[in-house]
Nanobody, 114 residues
Framework: QVQLLESGGGLVQPGGSLRLSCAAS????????MGWYRQAPGKQREMVAT???????NYADSVKGRFTISRDNVKNTVDLQMNSLKPEDTAVYYC????????WGQGTQVTVSS
């Protein structure tokens, strides 16, 4: 059974930082492209950042220079370090594991507000 368990969401003030973590089980982690996506109220789910096995990283333009994705192929985790957070970063953040089929976590809420 595949499980992607996210943690680390919460409420933060503008300019603050949060670190999201996703622990994967039930998959051969090292063969999957891992990523973080987000969905704000009334909007479609969008890609935030992805990282392949060789470590190639891809970021949405809106988060470049502020967010960093990293993976640990021993612990089977993928993290998203989010700095300089803005109110428009408010969303539910989802962990994703993609190869032939894409798996999703349950999501974790991130709220950026003063």
């Amino acid at each position: 059974q595949v499980q992607l368990l996210e943690s680390g969401g919460g409420l933060v003030q503008p300019g603050g930082s949060l670190r999201l973590s996703c622990a994967a089980s039930g998959i051969t982690f090292s063969t999957y492209t891992m990523g973080w996506y987000r969905q704000a109220p009334g909007k479609q789910r969008e890609m935030v950042a992805t990282v392949t096995l060789p470590g190639d990283r891809n970021y949405a333009d809106s988060v470049k220079g502020r967010f960093t994705i990293s993976r640990d192929n021993v612990k089977n985790t993928v993290d998203l370090q989010m700095n300089s957070l803005k109110p428009e970063d408010t969303a539910v953040y989802y962990c994703s594991a993609n190869r032939i089929y894409r798996y999703w976590g349950q999501g974790t809420q991130v709220t950026v507000s003063s």
